[in-house]
């Protein structure tokens, strides 16, 4: 398997230029996982579907979903996969419905994952063997919008994206109650079908809680990023054309870099949009932006930035 590709264009008083940046990029699109490295070259990739979440481990394999019931990690270097779990077969969901549509690597050697169908977040360890389990409070269950990305957080709890409900939550990483939930707004628009900028709804896809105690959220076919405070009032947001040239679509993943810029996944934008956009949260001014739509298509969920250090949900 191969690392992901990211390539940047710079941006120059709010006009694009077409010239690579500094940014090295895992990512996954049209069917592959790729690494684009600093000059725009696909420098490594493998055949691979299905991706909602992908990570890089501190030894340089790749971590991601299979047909979205397995998580797996592959070698880079053999692109083999030498560690595998089966979430449809594993610690009681024989014959259930299970999609997984995230999970992560934690510091102490577990893996937790979110299960949509089962409606359960569970911690393992590298034998499967299950250490933690809660349960996921669903409003509209469905195994294939339960969640998205989820995370599990520095105070031991656990943050949520529902995409069927619209809302994300914060579980405590024992009791499984909610101790905090945000529920996506509509912004006074009705509901449009699809999955392009011309769709809108609140299917929310990524959370991120910042040093500062707000949660930063990508709102997926809400064509926005929200930043929110613990009383739930939005502080800061990025909407559909607020961006100089840019059009939001589905708003997947969110990195939050070292120097404080967030980068935000743009994904069903189209043709001459860019797949990656990093932005200077405080003043939303672009410094960067990924288009590789002739490589990567319009579906790329999924992106880590492979020179860069911060928070993600990726």
Not at 232 to 240: G, N, P
Not at 255 to 264: D, Q, T
Request: a negative charge; aromatic letters at 6%; glycine letters at 10%.
């Amino acid at each position: 398997m191969k690392p992901l590709l990211h390539i940047v264009l710079a941006l120059s008083l709010g006009c694009c230029a077409d010239a690579f940046a500094q940014h090295r990029v895992l990512l996954g699109g049209e069917g592959r996982l790729a690494i684009v490295s600093t000059d725009g070259e696909i420098e490594w990739e493998m055949p691979w579907g299905g991706i909602h979440d992908i990570h890089r481990l501190d030894n340089g394999h790749i971590m991601v979903q299979e047909n979205f019931r397995k998580v797996v990690e592959i070698d880079p270097k053999s692109r083999e996969v030498v560690w595998s779990y089966d979430a449809s077969k594993s610690n009681g969901n024989d014959g259930k419905r299970i999609e997984v549509h995230a999970f992560q690597p934690l510091a102490d050697g577990r893996i937790m994952i979110a299960e949509s169908g089962p409606a359960r977040i569970i911690e393992i360890d590298r034998d499967g063997n299950l250490q933690n389990e809660i349960s996921l409070k669903v409003e509209n269950p469905n195994p294939h919008r339960d969640t998205r990305l989820a995370r599990k957080i520095a105070n031991g709890n656990y943050l949520v994206c529902h995409e069927g409900d619209g809302v994300v939550r914060e579980y405590d990483g024992q009791s499984g109650d909610v101790v905090w939930e945000f529920s996506v707004p509509m912004f006074d628009k009705q509901s449009k079908p699809g999955h392009g900028p011309e769709a809108f709804g609140n299917a929310v896809f990524s959370a991120v809680r910042l040093a500062n105690g707000n949660t930063l959220v990508g709102t997926g076919n809400g064509h926005s990023v929200l930043e929110v405070t613990p009383e739930q009032e939005i502080v800061r947001a990025i909407h559909q054309d607020d961006l100089p040239g840019i059009t939001l679509a589905w708003v997947t993943t969110l990195e939050v870099l070292a120097n404080g810029n967030i980068v935000i996944g743009n994904c069903h934008a189209g043709p001459g949009q860019p797949l990656l956009v990093e932005v200077e949260l405080k003043t939303n001014k672009v410094v960067w932006t990924f288009d590789h739509f002739d490589s990567f298509g319009n579906a790329v969920s999924n992106s880590i930035l492979l020179d860069a250090e911060g928070t993600s949900v990726r």
